[in-house]
């Protein structure tokens, strides 16, 4: 499962990753600039990701909508931010090439002069109507922001969502949109990565044509915090729902980090797919939940699990929450079986291959050897990482459990039905989300 | 690498494209198994891993009135346990090779789908058929999928997106087949029985009008061998859909779903349009690029990037087995609902022929739908998807190859008369799930008369 590529480093900083693969005419261009939400300071979160739509409105030599030209190549583009990166990419016919990078080249050199108050404001408003659509006119929507919260010191980088607070949107102003550019958005903070039909060497000198001379600024450094939870926090908010919603959290190990790949398929074990233990009893015998899921959400500083369950009609988070810590503590009591551990092994791998079959977009080999290369600063991390799926153990993944989703130390989040405060767990605190 | 560059690069103009090269469409091989069963291959070697496919020609369109919901209910229950096998243990199976199994229902068709690593080919094909022709249909599965089903149902009426689109076929289809979307209602899904999931599965899910299709890293007699044995008692003849029947509603210019105190208003706006055979079909796909289906489509540059109403905007002709909807969908921010709806209103109508389709935009969509095109062929599970389309619409074996040459021909003209003929602003249904309270008054400006006001828990 090997992929080969090569990385090159320009005199700017730069990082250049090339993966040839001749399958299909298209190529991937994929830039991750190692900024997100983890960057900003309270009273200031949403910026990244405001940022990240202005880099779609033009720059100094092509001062019109950054889709035109590239959607007339016959290119799929778009970006995203979370809280460790952000990132850029477009798939596009392989003779378009020099198109891509002429157009990424120039956001990452040129933007300032073409960014004006005009764009800044309409897509404040745009990124206001994302923030209403995908968080305050969903149902459940507002939860990561309390989950967030809780989990995280106010002080913690990671305290905040990606979206950002209202407030915070509305008192941005471009000079400090400029600043963060300035900072953030320069060659010795990116890395760019080309995954599909090319020559590796024309495309390392064009590369080289269109970024070399970008001056690069400081290197930012690394951003070192920690977190811990100092014993049990239970919240609850009302919504726009039918049915309550328990969500339980733990702070669990950074990306890559011991115990990551562990907690990842423990999630898969305990609450994902008809095969895991809280889906058998909770959706399938005793029908307490209408749904179970569970994300070893792994970042940067610190990762976090959450098992999620919604209660049928005429059940309580009570019964929930209560089969949900059982189940946990006998998984890390008695550990998974061989055949949970053998079904996991064969998970990984096909996981992995599905990953490898295309060349960009969020999650292809061009996303992912950037992942590799931004976290870790060694792109050629696919066999490992998918040796750490393979190392994993009855006796490393109990302990694993047993160690990081202590129930002394946790969040409990419910959700419920405005007007329905009785329906929350019990000693649960009533916390505003915005 | 360390090399020290100066400016070298022309900013006055974007780098032109150089030669295409060209793309080598798949081919399909094509058998057909004892029992009836179309097999569809198609090589691609480029990772160990092999999409499959099962196409079933009958999906929420074949739902009898009264019984809304049962293909859906039918498909969720085809992998809750086959023979003496539980639901769990098939899962269980599935996992042991890793598979990534989907049933997806939509109103035409019904499909269930795996990829699997191609050494696991023929435990996979075992699954699939396990899936499909051998399912349990066992009445205590029934009764907890359908109770799962009625709790989403509940859930479903708390999104805003979700109620427009349900109630948005309901005006324009009425008790028509499209008229409902898969997961049907809770009245029907309250009378439905097992019996009933027995019967559509007896009569509709059937190799006599079914295709699977293979594509990946394998071969046409390997998997025509091992197909032929897992699929050998599957036999029988599908019956007909139901013939179109009821006649559909009477227009209603505007209606809204009341939800108090919503930040945004979900918007739906179109008619009944045009089926995929329609002869018009890639004027079409031109004309519907340019008005809503891209980023850069007018209507996304002009509520998105311009007014700054919506986080995006987008119109589609939904190309069904029978004439589908136009839909126009958009959330807006609430104070924008109106000026939202005449702004779309006046593209709708702008296209038509007061503001035709210039050659640049023609040019920018063309090129968008044809250099595009590459990408849809590269991994085996896009191909499967493609080949599907084939299959569903009897598309004939060199369409692929047929699609650039036909959307090159598309002129300016044939989409300004495409979209005179098949977008009729005087027909157009809008509706709007927001806050009644807010702007109620204000849809007044409209003059499309006042609101019908319809409950989130009526359709």
């Keep these: 499962m090997t992929l080969r590529f090569s990385k090159h480093t320009l005199a700017n900083g730069l990082d250049v990753l090339l993966h040839e693969d001749r399958g299909c005419p298209i190529v991937a261009v994929n830039i991750w600039y190692h900024v997100?939400?983890?960057?900003?300071?309270?009273?200031?979160?949403?910026f990244a990701h405001l940022f990240e739509h202005l880099m779609f409105e033009g720059s100094e030599h092509h001062d019109r909508g950054y889709f035109q030209p590239l959607q007339g190549a016959g290119a799929t583009l778009n970006g995203s931010t979370n809280a460790d990166r952000t990132n850029y990419w477009e798939i596009l016919p392989s003779n378009a090439l020099e198109l891509a990078l002429w157009m990424e080249s120039d956001r990452m050199g040129h933007l300032l002069?073409?960014?004006?108050?005009?764009?800044?404001?309409?897509?404040r408003d745009v990124v206001l109507n994302e923030r209403r659509q995908n968080y305050e006119n969903r149902p459940y929507g507002l939860a990561p922001m309390a989950l967030l919260a809780a989990l995280f010191p106010a002080e913690h980088s990671y305290h905040w969502a990606t979206i950002g607070e209202v407030a915070d949107l509305h008192a941005v102003t471009l000079d400090q949109v400029h600043a963060f550019f300035r900072r953030y958005y320069h060659p010795a903070n990116a890395s760019l990565s080309l995954a599909g039909d090319f020559d590796p060497d024309d495309a390392l000198a064009l590369v080289d044509r269109y970024f070399g001379s970008i001056e690069p600024a400081e290197r930012v450094p690394p951003i070192r915090e920690t977190a811990a939870l100092p014993g049990q926090t239970r919240i609850f908010f009302e919504d726009r729902v039918e049915l309550p919603r328990l969500h339980i959290a733990w702070l669990t190990p950074h990306m890559f980090g011991d115990g990551d790949a562990d907690l990842d398929l423990a999630a898969d074990l305990l609450a994902n797919g008809k095969t895991s233990r809280l889906y058998k009893r909770l959706v399938f015998e005793e029908r307490l939940a209408t749904d179970v899921s569970a994300t070893q959400n792994s970042r940067e500083m610190a990762g976090y699990m959450q098992l999620t369950a919604t209660a049928s009609p005429g059940h309580s988070l009570a019964e929930l929450e209560r089969a949900i810590l059982e189940e946990v503590a006998k998984l890390g009591a008695e550990g998974p079986t061989d055949d949970d551990i053998q079904c996991g092994r064969v998970q990984a791998e096909a996981q992995f291959m599905f990953r490898l079959q295309t060349v960009g977009g969020f999650g292809g080999k061009s996303d992912q050897l950037n992942a590799y290369n931004v976290f870790l600063g060694d792109p050629d991390y696919f066999d490992r990482d998918l040796a750490r799926y393979h190392a994993v153990t009855k006796a490393s993944l109990s302990e694993a459990l047993r160690r990081y989703l202590d129930p002394d130390r946790r969040v409990t989040l419910s959700i419920v039905p405005q007007g329905r405060m009785d329906l929350a767990a019990a000693d649960s605190t009533q916390v505003a989300v915005v | 690498m360390k090399r020290t560059t100066f400016e070298s690069v022309d900013r006055s103009r974007l780098?032109?494209?150089?030669?295409a090269r060209p793309l080598t469409f798949p081919s399909l091989e094509k058998s057909v198994l004892p029992n009836g069963l179309r097999l569809w291959t198609v090589r691609h070697a480029q990772v160990p891993l092999v999409a499959l496919l099962l196409l079933i020609r009958r999906g929420a369109a074949s739902d009898a009135r009264g019984k809304e919901g049962l293909a859906a209910m039918t498909a969720d229950m085809l992998d809750e346990g086959s023979g003496t096998l539980s639901a769990i243990d098939m899962h269980q199976k599935m996992a042991r090779i890793g598979v990534q199994f989907d049933t997806d229902i939509g109103s035409d068709a019904t499909v269930a789908s795996m990829t699997v690593l191609s050494r696991f080919i023929e435990p996979a094909l075992s699954l699939l058929s396990d899936v499909v022709a051998r399912p349990a249909l066992r009445e205590e599965d029934f009764a907890r999928v359908r109770q799962l089903r009625l709790h989403r149902l509940k859930q479903l009426r708390d999104m805003p997106a979700t109620v427009a689109d349900r109630a948005f076929l309901r005006l324009l289809y009425g008790e028509q087949p499209y008229g409902h979307s898969p997961i049907g209602s809770e009245a029907a899904l309250a009378s439905m029985t097992v019996d009933d999931v027995r019967g559509?599965?007896?009569?509709?899910?059937?190799?006599?009008?079914?295709t699977l299709i293979a594509v990946g890293d394998t071969d046409h007699q390997e998997i025509a061998r091992i197909a032929a044995s897992a699929f050998s008692d599957w036999i029988g003849e599908a019956q007909a859909p139901p013939a179109e029947g009821g006649s559909r509603p009477e227009r209603s210019p505007l209606t809204i779903v009341p939800r108090p105190a919503a930040p945004q208003s979900e918007l739906r706006l179109g008619h009944v349009a045009v089926p995929r055979d329609t002869p018009d079909y890639h004027a079409l796909v031109v004309g519907n690029t340019i008005l809503g289906g891209q980023f850069v489509s007018r209507i996304n540059l002009n509520l998105r990037e311009d007014k700054g109403f919506t986080y995006g905007a987008r119109t589609a002709f939904e190309f069904?087995?029978?004439p589908g909807p136009f839909v126009l969908q958009v959330g807006v921010q609430t104070a924008a609902t109106v000026p939202a709806i005449e702004e779309s209103i006046g593209e709708l109508n702008a296209i038509r022929g007061p503001r035709p389709v210039t050659p640049e935009e023609l040019s920018l969509a063309t090129a968008a739908l044809t250099r595009g095109y590459a990408r849809n062929f590269e991994t085996a599970e896009q191909i499967s998807r493609g080949a599907m389309q084939l299959a569903l619409?009897?598309?004939?074996?060199?369409y692929f190859a047929q699609f650039v040459p036909s959307i090159e021909r598309v002129t300016c003209a044939d989409v300004t008369r495409a979209m005179a003929a098949h977008l009729d602003p005087a027909r157009l249904t809008t509706l709007v799930v927001g806050d009644l309270d807010a702007i109620g008054p204000e849809l007044e400006r409209l003059a499309l008369g006042a609101p019908a006001v319809l409950g989130a828990d009526s359709f």
């Excluded at chain 1, 939400?37 to 309270?42: G, I, L, Q, T, V």
């Excluded at chain 1, 002069?113 to 897509?123: D, G, W």
């Design chain 2, 15 to 19: 780098p032109l494209p150089g030669p």
């Design chain 2, 393 to 398: 619409y009897d598309l004939p074996d060199d």
């Design chain 2, 320 to 322: 069904r087995r029978r």
């Design chain 1, 113 to 123: 002069p073409a960014l004006t108050e005009a764009k800044f404001s309409n897509q």
């Design chain 1, 36 to 46: 997100g939400s983890k960057n900003e300071r309270p009273g200031h979160t949403g």
């Design chain 2, 200 to 210: 559509f599965h007896h009569t509709a899910i059937r190799p006599s009008d079914a």
